[in-house]
T-cell receptor, first 111, second 114 residues
Framework: GESVGLHLPTLSVQEGDNSIINCAYS??????FIWYKQESGKGPQFIID?????DKRQGQRVTVLLNKTVKHLSLQIAATQPGDSAVYFC??????????FGTGTSLTVIP | DAGVIQSPRHEVTEMGQEVTLRCKPI?????LFWYRQTMMRGLELLIY????????DSGMPEDRFSAKMPNASFSTLKIQPSEPRDSAVYFC????????????FGQGTRLTVV
């Protein structure tokens, strides 16, 4: 029969605009979260992380927000650039140092 | 450091053949992870090791899959016999156990079983 792939959420933004990518995680006991960026043909690359005792963390052009009440993470990218086009994953760390990944969001930046 | 090194980058094999994927973690990292990425299931954790010891292999899909880590600088993922549905990109990642440290990924091995 016909195979059905994951429905990957997509986000298209104009170059220079801000992007917000959302993620729901599953385990309320997770203590550490990471956002990864994956470009075509490459492995996931670390963008920014946050520990469960924090609500917000900022990096260069990126900010991660953590809402433990609703088990929600978001990644904000300021002044989005064409090089930001990729698939973005959130990952939560399990009790044994392993990482579990979300479905991913495909970001396309329109020049 | 060269990062996590995986080989081969691409593998095409016939159904029924044995496939061995290789990984060299970053020196000093004591956790190693094998992931599989497909359109159907996304990024799945297959197995992970801490200090060369397999901790959780519940993600390994079938007995046809096995993984070893004979020393701190080398790990293999073997599929025997391979099937077309094993076609995927397989990633190895490594990290330092504990603390706020991310997993670093290799470039992946794209496996095609025909």
């Amino acid at each position: 029969g016909e195979s059905v792939g994951l429905h990957l959420p997509t986000l298209s933004v104009q170059e220079g605009d801000n992007s917000i990518i959302n993620c729901a995680y599953s385990n309320s006991a997770s203590d550490y979260f990471i956002w990864y960026k994956q470009e075509s043909g490459k492995g996931p690359q670390f963008i920014i992380d946050i520990r469960s005792n924090m609500d917000k963390r900022q990096g260069q052009r990126v900010t991660v927000l953590l809402n433990k009440t609703v088990k929600h993470l978001s990644l904000q990218i300021a002044a989005t650039q064409p090089g930001d086009s990729a698939v973005y994953f959130c990952a939560e760390r399990g009790s044994g140092n392993q990482f579990y990944f979300g479905t991913g969001t495909s970001l396309t930046v329109i020049p | 450091d060269a990062g996590v090194i995986q080989s081969p980058r691409h593998e095409v094999t016939e159904m029924g053949q044995e496939v061995t994927l290789r990984c060299k973690p970053i020196s000093g990292h004591n956790s190693l992870f094998w992931y599989r990425q497909t359109m159907m299931r996304g990024l799945e954790l297959l197995i992970y090791f801490n200090n060369n010891v397999p901790i959780d292999d519940s993600g390994m899909p079938e007995d046809r899959f096995s993984a070893k880590m004979p020393n701190a600088s080398f790990s293999t993922l073997k599929i025997q016999p391979s099937e077309p549905r094993d076609s995927a990109v397989y990633f190895c990642a490594s990290s330092v156990t504990g603390g706020g440290t991310e997993a670093f990924f290799g470039q992946g091995t794209r496996l095609t079983v025909v």
